[in-house]
C-alpha cells in the first residue's frame, strides 16, 4: 500500500499496526534491495539454464544464511569464505563449470584466476550497479591522480574488490570508521610521519603507497553497506583538513566529491530506520544475517533508542521469556530472559537488513503475535489490513 501511494519514497515514517495487546512498527523500507534481488534471480536462472553442470559461487551470494542454505541444497557450491578463506582450490575448476559472481563484486586478480582457466565471468555476474558505480567512480579519480581513501572494512568482499578496482592505476588505502579517519588526517597534516602510517594502516593500503605524495590529492568513497551518514561525516572531515592545509581557493586540486557514489537502497534502509527511532517502542527485532555488514548499521541505531535484539529468524525466538540474539561488536550469541515486557500492550519494532528475505520478517511478526493471539495468520492478516485501511 505504501510503494503504491508513496512509489518514490518521499515519506520514510514507518507503518504502526496494532493487533491489540501487541503494536507493530514497521520500517518505510526494509529487506531486499534491487541489487539482491538480481543477484539471486540470476543465481537461480543459472541452476536452470546449465542442468547436469557443476555451479559454484566465489562466495556467500548475500550475507544471509537462510538464501545461501537454500543455494547449497540445489546443488551450488561455495569456492571460498567471506573473508577469502579457500574452500575448494582454483586447480579443481575447469572450462566447463559455471561460475556465478556474488552482488559484492570480486577483484580483478581473482577475475585473471577464471579467465585463465576459461571460465565465462560475465554471463553470472550478479555485482549490484551500485557497487560498480563506487568502481567506475574510484577509477576515474585514479586516472587524475587522486588517491582512494575507501571508507569500508578491509577483509569485506565488497571492499576487497573494490579496492582492487581503485588500486589498478593508482594508490588506495582503506579506513574503517571516523577514528582511523583522524589518524589518516594526522599523517595529510604532517603530525604524523611515514613510519606510523605503515604501522597503522598495515595491509590497507595499496603497492608503492607513500603517503607523502599520495594523500596531496584525495577522494572518499565507501563500501556500500556501510553507515551512509558515516560515509559522509568522514568525507565532509577529510575535506576541512584538505581546506585548513592547501586552502579553501585550491579545494578542488586535491579533493574530490563523491557524494554521488553513495547507495540510495542503503540510504533509504537506514533513513527509514532513523525514523522508527522516536515511535515510542518498548524494544526492536532486528532481523538479518549476523555477518550482514548493513544489518549490524541498522542494529546500532536502533540500540541508541531502544533494547534491541539481533536475530537470524524466528527459531531465535525461544519463547515469551526467552531469546536467543547476536552480540555483533564482540561477534557471540547471547540469551536474554524476559525480553518481552510484562504488560498488557507492547509495542515492537521490527525491521530488517538488506539481505533479508520479506518472509523471514513476516515470520518474526507472526512469532511474536502467537504468543498474544490464537488466532490463525491469514486472520491476523486480514485484520491487519482492515486496521491500516
Not at 231 to 236: K, L
Not at 300 to 310: A, D, G, M
Not at 339 to 350: A, H, R, T, Y
Amino acid at each position: 500500500m505504501r510503494k503504491l501511494a508513496d512509489p518514490k519514497r518521499s515519506d520514510f515514517s514507518p507503518v504502526e499496526i496494532d493487533f491489540g495487546p501487541v503494536e507493530v512498527v514497521i520500517g518505510r523500507h526494509f529487506g531486499f534491495c534491487y541489487g539482491v534481488e538480481n543477484a539471486i534471480e540470476i543465481s537461480y536462472k543459472a541452476l536452470e539454464e546449465n542442468p547436469g553442470k557443476r555451479v559454484f559461487l566465489l562466495s556467500q551470494m548475500i550475507h544471509n544464511p537462510l538464501v545461501n542454505d537454500d543455494l547449497r541444497s540445489r546443488g551450488i557450491q561455495f569456492i571460498m569464505d567471506t573473508d577469502g578463506t579457500q574452500f575448494i582450490p582454483w586447480e579443481e575448476l575447469n572450462p566447463e563449470d559455471i561460475v556465478i559472481i556474488p552482488a559484492f563484486g570480486t577483484t580483478l586478480e581473482i577475475e585473471k584466476i577464471l579467465k585463465d582457466i576459461g571460465i565465462e565471468i560475465q554471463r553470472y555476474n550478479t555485482t549490484c550497479p551500485f557497487v560498480e558505480k563506487v568502481w567506475k567512480r574510484s577509477e576515474k579519480l585514479s586516472r587524475d591522480e587522486y588517491t582512494i581513501i575507501i571508507h569500508g572494512k578491509h577483509r569485506h568482499e565488497e571492499t576487497r574488490a573494490t579496492f582492487s578496482h581503485s588500486s589498478r592505476g593508482g594508490s588506495s588505502v582503506i579506513i574503517r570508521d571516523m577514528e582511523e579517519a583522524k589518524i589518516l588526517a594526522k599523517v595529510i597534516s604532517g603530525e604524523l610521519g611515514k613510519k606510523d602510517f605503515y604501522k597503522i594502516f598495515e595491509g590497507k593500503y595499496s603497492q608503492g603507497f607513500d603517503p607523502d605524495t599520495d594523500l596531496a590529492r584525495v577522494g572518499v568513497v565507501n563500501q556500500t553497506t556501510m553507515l551512509a551518514t558515516e560515509t559522509q561525516a568522514i568525507a565532509d572531515y577529510v575535506k576541512q583538513v584538505v581546506i585548513d592545509k592547501f586552502g579553501s581557493e585550491n579545494l578542488g586540486k586535491h579533493f574530490a566529491d563523491t557524494r554521488d557514489t553513495l547507495c540510495y537502497a542503503t540510504n533509504d534502509n537506514q533513513e527509514a530506520t532513523y525514523s522508527l527511532l522516536n515511535t515510542g517502542a518498548d524494544l526492536a527485532l532486528v532481523v538479518g544475517g549476523y555477518n550482514s555488514s548493513n544489518t549490524s548499521h541498522i542494529v546500532e541505531l536502533c540500540e541508541s533508542k531502544y533494547p534491541t535484539y539481533f536475530i537470524n529468524s524466528p527459531d531465535e525466538i525461544k519463547s515469551k521469556t526467552e531469546i536467543s540474539h547476536f552480540d555483533y561488536p564482540n561477534k557471540k550469541h547471547l540469551v536474554t530472559k524476559g525480553f518481552l515486557p510484562g504488560k498488557d500492550k507492547i509495542k515492537i519494532v521490527v525491521t530488517s537488513g538488506a539481505s533479508c528475505p520479506d518472509t523471514v520478517v513476516d515470520a518474526v511478526i507472526l512469532k511474536i503475535l502467537s504468543f498474544y493471539r490464537e488466532e490463525e495468520p491469514e486472520k491476523l492478516i486480514a485484520e491487519a489490513i482492515s486496521n491500516l485501511n
